[in-house]
């Protein structure tokens, strides 16, 4: 929701990366203010899962200019940890599995590590586990996913939901949500949204980045950004999905060219 | 390797067979039979060299350097020297101490089975001893087992009635006290039709100087017994053991083996199991390995007849300029039809210097079989540590608990709950200094 006299979270500009000497963002702009939803929309190659990664501290990705500027802090001298740490938070299109390490010594850690930093008091295991399962009644997870190892076994949509267990948890300043919609099912989609919609406030932000438009039925954006070749080529409303949804990216890309023609 | 030191390396074995003291000869004409045939095995060997294809990667000429003391009486200890080695869930523990039964030490439950040492069961169980003892782990071009056989003046035994199912784990440990010592641990499991039991095979050092263990396990499965076989090399530092180990495999029984091998400066663990029609077996292991560690495992899955099941996932965690040796031989033979067999090697290597050798080997001689092999040797996915630091986690940490994660896989397997635990943390902590 867009509030009045919010203060700047995220502040990116002119930021150009590439991967293996590739350019992949090109002049990326894009500003965030606390209370709002952004969803940045394109199709596939355009960049949203490289901006995502790049905000979040990904190595693979090298920065050639331009700045990050999270809550007033330079993003881009932090490691993703830090990152982390000071309120950037990352859902993962594909959360990786790790047998062999419990779900809630995992979550514990992360949980207990993050308030270390942040000056706040650590959870004992049983204080945790109580915390951590009212956590979940938000997401309607089962309290068995605690004893299994992290992800490992679960279904697309179990994951989903233990990545926004996640962000429950860490309180996240900035949630970047890279394609949580993909591999849901309406019932998983419907819990999974409604989870965020819950932990959306007016401190914190949050990125849907999704190729979709169905993602935004249930988590309405109070802005949609279209990405093409590595940076944002038009922004509006949440009603800008709806028209991407009927007419497709072709028209944004001929509008975008049309209009730099003219500039130049 | 010269002639000169193929020279040294038979003066260095006939020293080892002259100086230590010969077993008191046995009442059992048999025994003392398998012992003069061992010696004489032993006289036509010699110690083996990286020119020895078995041995291509393990070079254990170290071992010939350190001059190896015969055993003295076992050192006294108390059962408060142990406690840290007990586990808590097995009511039978059997303790040898530089190979020296400890009967003081050791607890042995009223459960209808016999276990103990050799000396003492002998003559109640000469014919069935007589009937396997030796006769499974092969001396034939192995120096090693021969070695062993050569010394064998005490053993742990196991021996289980027709259809009993011992459900509590049954300890034998191995301590290692003295240094520059050499001792020859030596079991024999005996498990008759339909019984089921849980052993553990556990070598521990109280001390960090050289010394040498080698030792020689027999498992004989009749038809449809069930074994699980934990096995873990935790010796010194600077220890050199050497293993080998032999299963036999009656009709549809069943054998989980589960090795972890942490311990020694060099190590060398043979497995070789021989699987009679529809028995199973897992076969898994882990090496976790620094320093300048080498852990060699050989191990041969031998499908003799049809309808067996084989699984084996060996793993290998190495770290500083370490080296891990993995060749794993899976035999079909004529006629082992409807052989099911999967084996999986995977090397986590953890530094630059860190090293390893793997070899699996598929020698198929029926038609109609479903086996399959791999191995994957890589260092710890950038993917998977990017995660963990994303959710606040530093590097170290996130690298950790990776490599944890993938030792535990194998520790898992292990059907103890207290030894699964400390292991556990062992890997915990292993992995947790090793970055």
């Known amino acids: ?264 | 390797m010269s002639t000169a030191t193929t020279q040294a390396a038979s003066a260095y074995l006939q020293g080892l067979l002259a100086g230590q003291p010969r077993p008191a000869a046995a009442r059992q004409a048999w025994l003392n039979q398998l012992r003069s045939s061992a010696v004489e095995t032993v006289s036509e060997l010699t110690i083996p060299t990286t020119r020895d294809e078995e041995w291509r990667f393990t070079d254990i000429s170290l071992l010939t350097k350190i001059s190896l003391q015969p055993a003295h009486a076992a050192i006294n200890l108390a059962s408060a020297d142990i406690q840290r080695f007990c586990i808590e869930e097995a009511d039978t523990r059997l303790v040898f101490v530089d190979g020296i039964y400890a009967p003081k030490l050791s607890t042995v439950a009223a459960n209808g089975i016999v276990v103990g040492n050799l000396a003492s069961a002998l003559a109640k169980n000469a014919d069935v001893l007589k009937q396997h003892l030796g006769q499974h782990a092969s001396t034939k071009d192995n120096v090693f087992a021969a070695l062993n056989t050569a010394f064998l003046h005490d053993a742990a035994l196991i021996l289980l009635p027709r259809n009993v199912a011992v459900s509590a784990p049954i300890h034998l440990l191995f301590i290692a006290t003295q240094k520059e010592v050499v001792s020859y641990p030596r079991t024999l499991v005996l498990a008759d039709n339909g019984c089921a039991v849980t052993v553990i095979e556990d070598y521990v050092s109280m001390q960090d100087e050289a010394y040498f263990t080698n030792a020689v396990t027999e498992f004989v499965l009749a038809d449809n017994a069930h074994v699980n076989h934990i096995r873990v090399q935790r010796e010194g530092a600077k220890a050199f053991h050497i293993a080998n180990c032999s299963a036999i495999l009656s009709r549809a029984s069943n054998y989980q083996s589960v090795s972890v091998a942490m311990g020694a400066r060099i190590s060398r663990y043979n497995l070789s199991v021989k699987m009679a029609e529809g028995a199973e077996c897992s076969a898994d292991g882990l090496a976790l390995i620094s320093a300048r560690q080498l852990a060699d495992t050989h191990t041969c899955i031998d499908h003799a007849q049809a309808h067996g099941t084989s699984r084996q996932l060996h793993k290998c965690i190495v770290g500083g300029a370490a080296h891990a040796v993995f060749n794993g031989k899976i035999m079909v033979r004529h006629g082992a039809q409807k052989t099911d067999s999967q084996q999986s090697n995977r090397t986590l290597l953890l530094t630059e210097k860190a090293h390893v050798d793997t070899k699996p080997q598929l020698e198929i001689f029926a038609d109609d079989v479903k086996c399959t092999h791999g191995a994957t040797i890589g260092q710890l996915d950038s993917e998977e540590v990017f995660y963990l630091q994303s959710r606040g986690l530093s590097e170290t940490v996130a690298r950790n608990m990776l490599t944890y994660a993938f030792g535990a896989e194998i520790i898992e397997r292990i059907p103890v709950t207290s030894l699964k635990r400390s292991l556990e943390q062992t890997v915990l902590e292993q992995t947790s200094t090793q970055l």
Request: hydrophobic share 40%; proline share 4%.
């Open chain 1, 1 to 264: 929701m867009i509030y009045p006299n919010s203060k700047t979270i995220l502040e990116v500009r002119n930021l150009c990366a590439s991967v293996s000497g590739t350019p992949i963002l090109k002049n990326m702009n894009f500003t965030v203010k606390s209370g709002e939803v952004h969803a940045i929309m394109g199709p596939n190659g355009s960049g949203k899962s490289t901006f995502s990664k790049v905000l979040a501290g990904h190595t693979d990705y090298e920065i050639t200019s331009g700045t990050v500027l999270f809550e007033g802090k330079n993003l881009l001298e932090l490691a993703p940890e830090e990152r982390a740490r000071a309120g950037v938070f990352l859902a993962f299109q594909y959360p990786i599995e790790i047998p062999g390490v419990g779900n809630s010594q995992f979550l514990r850690l992360t949980y207990n590590t993050v308030q270390t930093h942040r000056g706040k008091e650590e959870l004992d295991p049983l204080e945790f586990d109580d915390f951590v399962r009212e956590k979940m009644k938000l997401l309607e997870m089962n309290p068995d996913f605690l004893d299994r190892s992290v992800n490992a076994g679960f279904s697309g949509g179990e994951k989903k939901r233990n990545e926004i267990l996640q962000m429950a948890l860490l309180e996240p300043s900035l949630a970047i949500l890279d394609e949580t919609d993909s591999g849901l099912d309406i019932d998983a989609l419907r819990i999974v949204s409604n989870g965020v919609n819950q932990l959306a406030n007016k401190d914190n932000a949050i990125v849907l980045v999704t190729h979709y438009q169905r993602l935004l039925n249930y988590i309405v954006p109070d802005f949609v950004h279209v990405m093409e070749a590595g940076r944002i080529i038009k922004s509006g409303g949440k009603e800008l999905a709806l028209e991407l949804e009927t007419r497709g990216y072709d028209w944004v890309s001929e509008e975008y060219k049309a209009a730099t023609r003219v500039a130049a």
